[in-house]
């Protein structure tokens, strides 16, 4: 089984800056994409921005040059800096890896960690 341990929300004022941080744990032997996706309440999750074992990175039009996404394979973390900061961007936060354990394909959830912009 796969645990992702999720950390770095919190409130901001609009135009502040947070890092969020995912770990992956558990007996992996590879993992594949790693990403980010945020709900707000009422609306459906979707995709914030994505990195593969190879480093391509894919994000939202809504985040382009305010988000970065990065990854350390050798701790199976994925990151998500995230400058100038909207109220917009309010929402639960999580995010999903995509790999293999020895034995089968996994795609696991972190918990969410929430984010909150103030105007």
């Known amino acids: 089984q796969v645990q992702l341990v999720e950390s770095g929300g919190g409130l901001v004022q609009a135009g502040g800056s947070l890092r969020l941080s995912c770990a992956a744990s558990g007996i992996i032997f590879s993992i594949n994409t790693m990403g980010w996706y945020r709900q707000a309440p009422g609306e459906q999750r979707e995709l914030v921005a994505s990195i593969t074992s190879g480093g391509n990175t894919n994000y939202a039009d809504f985040v382009k040059g305010r988000f970065t996404i990065s990854r350390d394979n050798a701790k199976n973390t994925v990151y998500l800096q995230m400058n100038s900061l909207k109220p917009d961007d309010t929402a639960v936060y999580y995010c999903?890896?995509?790999?293999?354990?020895?034995?089968?394909?996994?795609?696991?959830w972190g918990q969410g960690t929430q984010v909150t912009v103030s105007s």
């Open positions: 999903n890896v995509e790999g293999h354990t020895y034995v089968r394909g996994f795609s696991s």
